[in-house]
């Protein structure tokens, strides 16, 4: 099935947001994928495949190890000095934990939006064109603009931000700077997104505009998403995967996973027994 | 004499106490109303009362005594040695006559003077007993007040923690104090200064001599007090100081924020603290005997003609004890970006050194510039470096091998040895005091109020 | 919503050009991270030339060379009822005599120069504290000149010409002879920290710094630790919120940032001119020391208050106890390692100061140890720095080893009050 298809098809189930059971073709392949702080280990043996053009969400209580092993997806695990990685994780068929690779090129690809907006201290214009003027994605003053628009169109908000583009990014709204934060991603187009709780830090409105543009753009990005609420998880994505005191529970298409659980800690996950 | 006295306070405060305490612990024990305070309270109340006017009339004595007998002893000199003679000769009057108590006599001293001496000796003597006694005296008087006050309700605690209060205001208000002791001397001085020099004359001036003649006779110039070339002598140590500091305190801060792992930070940041610690007469003299000769020879294999006290050398060693204090401001401010800003530069596929040049380092610039200021400041404080290294003839130039001195150095200069305070010469310093203290206050103010407003960003 | 497909792909990323732009950009970090190891390499390095420059040419101050001379102090020449009167210089001369047979009378003076211009005050001091002495001879160990210790130590090298030295030929035949006797000896220099100050390098020593020094600190001290305490308390545990304590708060910050040389000026205005104090003593010495540490001492009190934490506060209220006694006797014990931490760094910071106690003229050349805080002294910075203008090639020697002294006891305070902090310091 082509790719187009796929897309036409979830179009086609937009309305109840039903996640497609259709099998689609991998992008992340991780495979027993540990990692240690120090002397203690915070994730044991994960292996899971995440399928492209598709929103995978990471659900679990908190400690679980959800965002531990999305940090592994682009590295930023190496930021901290006494963590350690252990397992094979392929991006594209490339393992990215290959000591030849350059981590700027995979951040590059897989690009990451964080819990609490943190766009930096510049302007609106400067904050989108940071990424592709760092990687050489473009090089006039007019390719900066028409990447710096594009991808605020894509965040959903150009319309909001087209007057003060040159006013500091940090002078927006909690959801306006977190779009702000995800047009940044999208700017120098990567193809997987991370999302580490996107959307704990804002209200319900800036909420549901953040999770609406995440539907939107399903449609070319492959997405994973660490989340806290299960509704979320439900609202959005395609697949979900339960974490547990850092195993990996159970992982299966989205609706499969939330109505009939072949776990029983799921069950009791999901029916609120804990949490 | 002043020990015996402050002995003499302790003990009378001490059987205040005990006094006090005893006469609290009776109401305790006899009377039929419930007694506010505990014993001991009513103890501290009267001891209080009785030790500090003691102390604060003993203080008193022993700061004015001095004075007041040396002008006694001025007026019991005959009429015609003190009629007409100057402020400096009645000071030598009275430094012969003390010379003399002391047994520290050069020649034999007129009749005039060894009477004086002999009235100092006495007059001293009783001083020291009257002192004593007036202090017995106090301290009794006012035990026999306060215990009279003592009762059953008495709020001896209340008092007690009232005058204690008291106290603690007065320790705080020292701060203010001492700020205003150091403008009042200042001004004070230089208020004098001006009197004889002019202000226009003494801030726009380009010739600093300030060497005046001794005698009254002697043919010299009368001493030349034009500052500039003081204060640019100063700003071009200060400049070299911080172009040396500023590169290695930055990059060590840069370094030790992105690139170091915790087992380097934790054995370089210690290192700085003793670059930091190290007193600055020991960089002074490590400027002399090292670093001067080195830049000297350097110069000449270059083929430059270098002062043996060049600004360079000074300035250079400034820089090293400088380096410390813009490494840990700077790393502070970097630290203080929080760490979301760097993981959001990181994650989407920039370097380190983009995320640090392009990211931490904009965010951080108004701390790291309140510490470069304060640095600043501290450089054109810095006083023992540049007394040991740097030159003592105000050269008007910004020739970095040239020797140049500067507004500290001119202070100390001017006023070590022998001071008197109705010269120009000495009255001078405290002119130059006067524009440090200003010049480095408002940089100080000023990064302060960077550096807090910086803060305040992002806690 | 535009739906253009994410242009990245293996083509692009894997292009020459943006291969070696990334190459471009990994040379960058390599870059700052160079540069940042060589500025903390610079730091440390010169660091590491100040210590070495200070112990290379300070260690030979710590022995001193000694000649062994047998004195017959004979009952002739010094009576035993005074022996504080006689030519003490006419025995040495005597000695010399005995010991060197050979010297001719031309060349006698330069052998009387070997030995420190004081040897007659040294044996005559010997002497009036051992009057048995008299009529006996006795082996002096009496130290040896300037140069000639300069000789021993190989600072001066017989092989430079003559003229080019401060030691003559003769007197360099005449030290190999003294050696080859086994007259010469070089022991440990207590003189270093027993002898008060000296114009000869070879008899100098920081007895009075050092007690001068301590005398300072000790005023210091007893002025800045109960006036900080107390100050600090009232600002952290009971001022309103007022301009006034804004005013103080500014004031402090502001204080503890003044240039130290101006405080000397305070010193020099207030006490010295206003007050009448004596000049060069260590009591005004430590007080304008403890007004420059002031700031410091409140800082770190304040600090140490904020440590502890509120619910022990409300906890005393809470039975009843007033405010007076619950810091007394609660928040001011827990407070204390902090508190006291403070004041060690603060005093070791005063110790090392120079300025203010040389324009309160804590920089006379003073040759017996203070008696106590009125007396005239110097400090061991302010020795440090009269050595360090002495002109005489031994004083280099003394100057270093004089900072090494000085950072011994700044290193042992670093020491202790690292150690109370690890020690007594408890964590909320």
Redesign the interface.
Known sequence: MSAVAVAANDKAFETVRTPDPEPRPIKIKASDVSVFYGEKQALFDVSIDIPERAVTAFIGPSGCGKSTFLRCF?R?ND?I?ICRVTGEMLV?DANIYDPRL????????V??V?Q?P?????SIWDNIA??PK????AKTKAEFDVIVE?SL??A?LWNEVKDRLHEPGTGLSGGQQQRL?IA??VA????VILMDEPCSALDPIATAKVEELID?LR???TIVIVTHSMQQAARVSQRTAFFHLGILVEEGPTNVLFTSPKEKRTQDYITGRFG | MFGYALLLIIAMSLIAYFVGRSAGSRFATNSQEKIHSLPSYHGAFVAVWVGIPALILLLLWVGLQGTAIDQLLLSSLPEQMTEGASASQLNLYLQEIHNVTTGRVFGEPSPEIKAAAERLIRWEAIARWAMLVVILALTIVVLMITRAQLSPRFRARNNVERIVSGLMIFCATLAILTTLGIIGSLLFEAWAFFQMVPVSEFLFGLNWEPQIPIREDQVAAAGAFGAIPVFTGTLLIAFIAMLVATPIGLLTAIYLVEYASDRVRSTVKPIMEILAGVPTVVYGFFAVLIVAPAVRDFGSVLGLAVSPNSALAAGGVMGIMIIPFISSLSDDALNAVPRAMRDGSLAMGSTRSETMLNVLLPAALPGIMGGILLALSRAIGETMIVVMAAGLIANLTFNPVDSVTTVTVQIVTLLIGDTSFDSPKTLAAFALGLVLFIITLCLNVLAIRIVQKYREKYD | MSTTAPTSTDSFWHSEAAIARRKKRHGADRRLQIFGITAITIAIGLLGILIVSLVSTGYQAFVQTEIALPVNVSSEEVSRDDPSKGDYRDLIRQALHAEFPDVGDSEFRQLEQMLTRNAQFIVRDRVVSNPSLVGQTTTFHIPMADPIDQLNKGVISAETPEDRRRVSNVQVELFDQMEQRGLVSTPFNWGLFFNADSRFPELAGLAGAIVGSFYALLVCFLISFPVGIAAAVYLEEFAPKNRLTDIIEVNINNLAAVPSVVFGLLGLAVFLNFFGLPRSAPLVGGMVLSLMTLPTMIIVTRASLKAVPPSIREGALGMGASKHQVITQHVLPLALPGILTGTILGLAQALGETAPLLLIGMNAFITSPPGGIMEPATALPTQIFIWADSPERGFVARTSAAILVLLGFLITMNMIAIFLRSRLERRW
């Open positions: 682009n930023m930021t000095d594209s350059d981590v700027v090129e995979l951040r590059a690809r690009g990451m964080f609490k943190n766009p930096f201290p510049k940071y990424g760092i990687h050489g994605l594009e169109q894509k959903g934060c940044r991603a120098v187009s990567p193809e939107e449609e070319n990005y």
